[in-house]
């Protein structure tokens, strides 16, 4: 038996120094060691063995477990740290590597006009106001003393979702439902959306609009005048005149379009405003008293002054955007251009 089990011990020191995988060794660990095992047949035959051998071949069994035992671990000990140090390996991370930074982003061009003309409005005294997108016929149009079948409702290509429902065409739309809420005296503006059915460089489905409108007792032009002086000056520079020229608008009158100084030339005539030294920018007039009427408020009594503009196209003017489409599109090469 004693000769049995050093023939075992050199197998299984042979056999495990061949053992190149994880896995194997569990395979080894049972071949000899488990209830199965090689060791455990061996020591059946302990029985057979002569009282007072016992204590030595049952030493040499403890010594045989032991050894292989010992192997087990190490082994094993070894397959662990080389995993863990091919895993490292491929894991690899250079602490002392330079961080990359972070990419600051920046308010789109029309975010940042809005800003403005909105902190300067309120600055005057406004209050912000905003009504729906989607609109009712009634408060685009027929409020605005703009009757079912008016010619003047061709100026608006507006797309209709039913009869009476549509996508607003102007923030005008707020005036209507303002003057239905609040008592006068008041000053708001309304920043907003609008749609209307036209696309080309100047032109955009979906764009934007500031309506801003006043009432109060003994208003005249010349306080629209002066308000809007101080509003375009803080949008172009303390340099900005403005003109009036007659126009017409439905729920305005006398209705007037307001130019603005090109902000590139100064009046002195450029490409950007055509030779002209103007940027044409808002439509704007006193307040229609049929239209006041129309909404509840006394005409006798009270008068208002009502101006809306192309925000798109300020924002378009400030940083020379030539096709109003580039602000839709979301190309992050003409974002970063606008930081
Ligand atoms: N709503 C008009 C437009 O879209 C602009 C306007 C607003 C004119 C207020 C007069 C008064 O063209």
Redesign the pocket.
Known sequence: MQEQLKQLKEQAMAEISKVDEKASLNEFRVKYLGKQGLLTQILRGMRDVPAEQRPVVGALVNEVRALIEEQLSAKEADFEKREMESELAKNYIDITEPAQGHERGALHPLSKVFELLIDSCVNMGFKVVEGPEVELDYYNFEALNIPKNHPSRDMQDTFFITDNILLRS?T?SVQARTMEVMKPPFKIISPGRVYRNDSDATHSPVFH?M?GLVIDENISMADLKAMLIVLMRKTFGEQTQIRFRPSF?P??EP?VEVDVTCPSCHGEGCRLCKGTGFMELL???IVNPKVLEANGIDSKKYRGF???FGVDRVAMVKNGIADIRSMFKNDIRFLKQMK
């Open positions: 102007q005008s609009q309506e608008f729920f305005t209705s439509g704007a007039g009502a101006f809306g």
